[in-house]
């Protein structure tokens, strides 16, 4: 549990930013002396720069930050809106860059206002499919993404939904100077780092749905297509476990992600009866952390179809092939190359 002080400054427009809540209101209208605040969810902790009793009395007329607030009590968000040229559809989801340098605060604002949030970086091989998405501009070193970490060591996005995987570069996030809560992805790498929230950066908008006429595309597939379900699969051409991702990514899909046995069951029953295939790549390696697989949403492994052994880290094997004889899986070295499995996932809601 953690505590905050309100103060008489407190802005009607903070009260807006928690939906008009009678609370935020209250505290707006209190005596000037400062009155604790009791936080019941460290996630709606207002994302301030800690102060010392002096600089807090010198800077009481300053207007406060933003609050990081989880969506269910957001304002409802206009319909989406981007310059063509800043806009990048990518997924099931659509992005806009924004180049007017803000603090995460306002950047965050400011994707309101146009009908998004900051961007959620859902998967491991997202920001590698936004880097090559994005020709332009080239020049941009680091921007703002939906990242913040209201309570010290717990990271949530700006939507409220948690983070469920994580990307921090080699160090991070290190807190330097004790005031590094909100998150940077850094175009070099595709990696994140944690940064001081009142910096000025550039930042990326997502919209929670693919907006109204938006140019999403199907999945290209150069090799043999196959639909189970609503689901569309395309079975690729040899490459390592690497190149078969980022090529299902530059086709509008990524490497299938067989969650339930029963889909891992359908997949082995279609494809037996369509096609003669070879064992194939599937969107599930443990290359971050050995032992631990998880899909490339960075979603766990829940339910697991491995061969009997299996997986059994022969030979420092990190990535897993779906099995074409039995439709059970096994771990292989990313390098072997191997034919892939891609499928066009559904649009991605922000939840």
Known sequence: MEFMRARASFSFRAGVALGGSALVVAIAFMACRPAPVVVTNADEALLVRPQNSASATSSASAKPPPLLVPEQTARELPPFSCPPDRTVELLGSTFCIVLEPRNWHDAEAHCQDIGAHLALMKNSSLPNALRQ?????????????GLAEPREGRWIWSNGAPMKFAA??????NNAG????????????????????????????????????????????????FTIGKTDYCLQGPATWEVAQKTCFRDGGEL??????????????????????????????????????????GDPLES???????????????????????????????SISRPSLCEKPAPVVAQ
Not at 133 to 145: D, G, L, N
């Open 133 to 145: 998405a994005m020709v332009s501009p080239t020049e941009v070193e680091r921007f703002w993404i």
């Open 168 to 173: 921090f570069r080699k160090g991070e996030p």
């Open 256 to 297: 299938a992600m067989i969650d339930t046995e029963a889909e891992n069951a359908s997949l082995f029953e279609h494809l037996g009866a369509k096609f003669v295939v070879a064992n194939v790549w599937i969107g599930l390696s443990d290359e971050a952390d050995e032992g631990q697989f998880r899909w490339i949403s």
């Open 304 to 334: 697991s179809a491995w061969r009997t052994g299996e997986p059994n880290n022969v030979g420092n094997e990190d990535c897993v092939e779906w099995v074409a004889s039995d439709g059970r899986w096994n771990d292989l070295p990313c």
């Open 178 to 225: 004790r005031g590094e809560d909100c998150g940077e992805w850094v175009v070099e790498d595709g990696g994140w780092n944690d940064g001081d929230c009142f910096r000025p950066l550039h930042f990326l908008c997502e919209a929670p749905t693919s907006p109204p006429g938006s140019r999403a595309k199907p999945m290209a597939c150069p090799g043999k297509r």
